[in-house]
């Protein structure tokens, strides 16, 4: 995120001055994680909403069914300026794992953390394997940390007495935040019910929390105003997931041993103390609107069925807190275990979790060394996941895949092949045969699932169509003659991948009239 000026208050505010941020220190942690993923991030394949977001790269909006515009901008900038290797488009995450890493540290110097505390929340930010494994992909919740710390920061220099024209500077982090994630909308209300349940709440009546209020608004509206202008989708889409199955539930307890898992159990102690920090300690007293906000969205996102990693952004606050509150145990008894101990575990334990979150190991060493130390998954959905956890077998099939498509597309007659279609029944189907076909001579593919259905059937009338994906039953009632061409069953590949490819002749409607009955937001 570009660097924000703010000039000094001309009402004579005096902010309470942080810490010394340690900036070789800082630098040094972030290129170190920037440098673990340049390392790693080109093993195995393309994750399949990585193919995604390139497909919608190629259709440029200011909105998509299912998210905003952010990555699909940086996916066809990448493209253009990097290339569409793995590396290349795993370039930009990278470098938001650095800056998340590095906000751990500022955050702690803003509390007021020596080099010590500085050190220790970046080390539990580096080592934590949500941010390993998120940063190693091209999704929006790679970036959603630096927007997230983009809000928090400001207002934490503004609780120190500083210049509320910082809240210009939490608007524009949070409109842009909108353009990324919309799951940001859930922090901003929290901190704003947080201000109201602390003394800080007339903060709030300020004309530049307006200000900045009104920036984020502007950021945001354009892809508000594309989202009422497509009869908002996105709301259509989570209300279908939340009416069904596809992801795990989640209790108050497995929500909390969840973020214990994706943290490490050995950095629990650091994030614990960030909390303790904010809610109980004096020295953290005018912080409360933090730890009111994580309660807040712990208790929200567990209520409204959200995924355990949806409050992961906020943890490099907790972290930069709770190293700066056990920083003052170093000079009791707890210094030993607190300057040593701690730090070790966390080192020890992140590398023994690592290979689960980024490509260390080939897949076969993986398969073993997963099985011998009983690691497991922190699953979000419930769909099978094989012998791989999602994240890693979601990067595998998908050239196989396009290859088999290819082959049956090539023994169509020269005069069906002519006017065919390719119909996939997801997005990540479609993506791949969008990414790899054109290689192989096929024509890009059409889909009924999210921002692909909006795209429409283009030019195919359905006469000839190779389906993948779907069910014979369902692809029967919609064509009189429906044959099995191919079966995949790529190895590592997610089990719902592993499908029949058929081909489809004469439809019982063209396909444009059944386009509008076929729409598939889920």
Known sequence: MAAITIPPSDRGENLVPAAQAHWRLIGAFAVLTVLIHFLTNGRYGYFVDELYFVACGRHLAW?????????????????????????ALRFFPALAGGATVAFAGVLASEFGGGKFAQAVAMLAAIAAPIYLGIDTLLTMNAFEPIFWMGCIWPLVRILKGGDPRWWLAFGMAAG???????????????????????????????????????????????????????????????????????????TFFSFFVAQVAIFLPFALPVWAAGLCFFLVSRDGRK????????????AAFVLLKGKHYYIAPIYPALFGAGATQLESLTSSAWRIPVRYGLPAAIVIEGLVAAPMSIPLLRVENFLKYSHALGL????????????????????????????AVADVYRTLPDHERAHSCILAANYGEAAAIDFFGPRLGLPNA??????????????????????????????????????????????????NERVTIFVCRNPRLPLNKLWPRIKRYQ
């Open 176 to 250: 842009l935040g909108l353009e990324n994630k919309e799951s940001i909308l859930f922090l901003g209300f929290a901190i704003m019910l947080g201000l109201a349940l602390t003394p800080e709440r007339n903060l709030m009546l300020g004309r530049w929390f307006w200000v900045g209020g009104a920036v984020a608004f502007v950021l945001f509206l354009p892809t508000l105003v594309w989202q009422a202008s497509n009869h908002f989708p996105m709301l259509e889409e989570l209300a279908n997931v939340k009416a069904g199955t596809k992801n795990e539930p989640e």
């Open 287 to 298: 912080y409360r609107t933090f730890g009111w906000t994580y309660l807040i969205l712990f």
């Open 446 to 495: 059409i889909s009924n699932h999210m921002s692909y259905w909006l795209w429409g059937p283009g030019n195919c009338a359905g006469d000839v169509v190779i389906a993948i994906g779907s069910r014979r039953e369902d692809l029967e009632v919609e064509w009189s003659s429906v044959q099995s061409a191919a079966t995949l069953n790529t190895r590592h590949s997610a089990p």
């Open 63 to 87: 909105g998509y069914v299912d998210l905003p515009p952010l990555i699909p901008a940086i996916a066809r900038f990448t493209q253009a300026s990097l290339g569409s290797s793995l590396f």
């Open 376 to 403: 497991v998954e922190a699953r979000t959905e419930t769909i099978d996941t094989g012998e791989l956890p999602l994240n890693y077998a979601y990067m595998f099939g998908w050239p196989e895949m396009v290859a």
